[in-house]
């Protein structure tokens, strides 16, 4: 789960930098845009690689089994298509983003990042799911708002680190405002997928308790929400708080690991038991 973390991460931060870029919201320099790109690469290609690989834990890429068949799905042509918007924005990014062109090519890696997102949620879930996709109705939702979520703390990193942003600026706090209130809509949203879950049918739930479960989800919720929320709130008022950014994305990345581990095992469990 931890590679689709930051595929998450990596389209988020290119959804968010591209429509900052369209919407000339972004700070100017060549630096500051090919910094979130080849990070957001990273990230993105590292689901890619694994499967290149052929690593027996990671064989799957968009529901792409490369070492088996060389046709890839519709869903992993689209999240190689993004690539081409993005070395496009990397060749245009040239510290003016006022040209068209960038703007064009931006506004285009955004809206492919944001297809990526919402194709491979309904992919994995018809893949568990089957006929019965409609449990986890609410996981595209859930999957734009984590990219959005982790990939603004990681586009937040940047910008406190490259563009040497005064994290004391009231021009600072709107990013901070807008974190919380992912955090705060992603909260709800992945709360409403495990009501979905339980009210659906997941029986060994009903009829006793799981510890060893509602642990780990508090754990998981305490790293994708409270950790960085927090941090995002101290970075202005401790000393050498901007150390405080990777340390938020970080968490979130470990936090929603273990998350997407839980709801994926819930998911086996629940087609299991209704075949």
Not at 36 to 56: D, E, H, K, N
Not at 125 to 141: E, M, S
Not at 216 to 230: D, K, N, T, V
Request: glycine residues 10%.
């Amino acid at each position: 789960m931890l590679l689709e973390v930051l595929a998450l991460c990596g389209y988020g931060l290119w959804m968010l930098l591209g429509l900052s870029l369209a919407l000339g919201m972004y700070s100017p320099g060549r630096g500051e845009a090919l910094v979130p790109l080849a990070l957001g690469c990273v990230f993105v290609s590292a689901g890619l690689l694994a499967a290149c690989l052929r690593l027996r834990a990671f064989s799957e890429w968009h529901g792409w089994r490369i070492a088996q068949t060389q046709r890839p799905t519709r869903e992993a042509l689209l999240a190689l298509a993004t690539y081409l918007p993005m070395l496009g924005l990397a060749g245009l990014a040239r510290g003016n983003e006022a040209f068209w062109a960038t703007r064009a090519v931006s506004v285009v890696l955004a809206l492919g990042s944001l297809g990526c997102l919402i194709t491979s949620a309904y992919g994995y879930r018809t893949r568990r799911l089957a006929d019965q996709a409609g449990v986890a109705a609410q996981l595209p939702i859930s999957r734009v708002l984590s990219a959005c979520y982790g990939g603004g703390l990681w586009l937040w990193v940047c910008l406190v680190f490259q563009a040497d942003l005064p994290i004391d600026r009231e021009d600072a706090w709107p990013w901070v405002i807008s974190l919380l209130l992912l955090a705060m809509l992603l909260g709800l949203v992945d709360g409403v997928g495990w009501q979905s879950l339980r009210g659906s049918g997941l029986g060994e739930w009903r009829q006793r308790p799981q510890p060893g479960l509602q642990w780990r989800r508090f754990l998981a919720a305490a790293l994708i929400c409270a950790i960085p929320c927090l941090s995002l709130l101290l970075v202005s008022v401790i000393p050498a708080g901007r150390w405080l950014a990777p340390f938020a994305a970080a968490a979130y990345i470990v936090g929603k690991s273990l998350e997407l581990w839980l709801y994926d095992f819930a998911l086996r469990r629940f087609a299991l038991s209704h075949p």
